[in-house]
Each structure stands twice: as C-alpha cells, then as structure tokens.
C-alpha cells in the first residue's frame, strides 16, 4: 500500500506571494491532518480534515487555510507569505482520525520564504 | 495552554550504550505516543500507551506511561548507529486527530 505523498518537495517563494502544497493520504484513509515543523518552536497542529470537514483547528493566522476532496486528497493555502512561514509542512493522515489511530506521516514539503 | 517538554534536547552516546529520554506534562496527559524522526525524514509512529503506569517493550525499545499519566520515557538498550533521530513524545487529544507534541529529544550515536 502506498504511503502518504506530498507536493511538491521543495517550493521557494517571496514574500507576499501565497502558495498551496497538497497531500494524498494511504488509500481508505479519511482524515487528514497538517503540521508545520520549525526548528524554533518545533512540530505545531494546523489543522485536520475528515469527510471534507475541517475538525480541529491550531492556533495559526486565517493566512493558513486548508481544505479536503471527495477522495481525501487535502490541500493547505498560506496566503501573504512571511519569512516566520519558512518551515517544513508535513501532512499525516489516519483511517478515521479517531485518538486511538495511527497517525502516517507523509515526507513533507520543505518552504523556504525569501 | 499545554506543555510537554522533553529531555535532555541532545544526547551523544557511544555505539552499545544506553539512551533514556523523558517526557514531562504539566497537566494529566489521556495518552502518550511516541515519534521517531530520522535527519531529513518524517515522523514515523513507534508506540501508543494509554493506561497508567503501562509499560511497552518493541525489541531493545522500552515505553513507560508515569502512574500520575503526566510523564513518560523512552529507553534504548545498547544503541545502534540505526537509532541515530529525534524522537518525539506526542498526547493525540480531543475526539480527532491532534496531536500536541513535545520539545524532542536528537539522539547521535558514534562509533
């Protein structure tokens, strides 16, 4: 079975600009969750999404938003980037996001703001 | 809001030594799992623990769950090259998937 996948790998942008990084979660997986990792304050919940709804939401800016298809694939957006956003972006997705299930973690997509 | 801090940040350990690290909540922790991410990887899941005072073996890898369920720790017998990461305690809380993790702690392990 096919692990969690994200895209892109690595994404440079500007200041300013916004950009949208996806992921796929394993096959028969409905939840979805982001993370940003960050040698400052480390790995922080964005939010989760099971079904196309959004359950559970961290304490980042409405410049993170996110968002799930009917095939569990999600998408995040960061809108008006900031150089503080240059980070590891992992998603993990789990089969019904419940506490009890394992959370898989996907390679991650490596933003640098410049 | 919650803290879960992890220590010590670093170990070095020399190649057959033992490595604990430890996980510590200011507040009653519904469970614990635990992370381990290779340099340049992902966190990949090792173990859930949930009950007080449990304690879990996986191969040279022991888990324990404090009986308060405010701490716990992780123990590596005779460390391998192989164990060289960061390992991360996690509580998974609320009804969805969130999981707050704590500080880590990055293991090098040398010859």
């Known amino acids: 079975k096919a692990g969690v996948t994200q895209t892109p790998r690595y994404l440079i942008k500007t200041r300013g600009q916004q950009v949208t990084l996806s992921c796929s979660p394993i096959?028969?997986?409905?939840?979805v969750s982001w993370y940003q990792q960050t040698p400052g304050q480390g790995l922080q919940f964005l939010f989760e999404y099971f079904s196309e709804t959004q359950r559970n939401k961290g304490n980042f800016p409405g410049r993170f938003s996110g968002r799930q298809f009917s095939n569990s694939r999600s998408e995040m957006n960061v809108s008006t980037l900031e150089l503080g956003d240059s980070a590891l972006y992992l998603c993990?997705?789990?089969?019904?996001?419940?506490?009890?299930?394992?959370?898989?973690f996907g390679p991650g997509t490596r933003l640098t703001v410049l | 809001g919650q803290q879960v801090m992890q220590i010590p940040q670093y170990q070095h350990v020399q190649e057959g030594e033992d490595f604990t690290t430890y996980c510590n909540s200011s507040t009653t922790l519904s469970n614990i799992q635990w992370y381990k991410q290779r340099p340049g990887g992902h966190p990949v899941f090792l173990i859930q623990l949930v009950k007080s005072g449990e304690v879990k073996k996986q191969k040279r890898l022991t888990f324990q769950f404090g009986e308060a369920k405010k701490n716990s720790s992780l123990h590596i017998t005779a460390t391998q090259t192989t164990d060289v990461g960061t390992y991360f305690c996690?509580?998974?809380?609320?009804?969805?998937?969130?999981?707050?993790f704590g500080t880590g702690t990055r293991l090098q392990v040398t010859l």
């Open positions: 993990a997705s789990s089969f019904r996001g419940s506490w009890a299930d394992t959370q898989y």
């Open positions: 996690a509580e998974n809380t609320g009804t969805a998937s969130k999981l707050t």
């Open positions: 096959s028969g997986h409905r939840s």
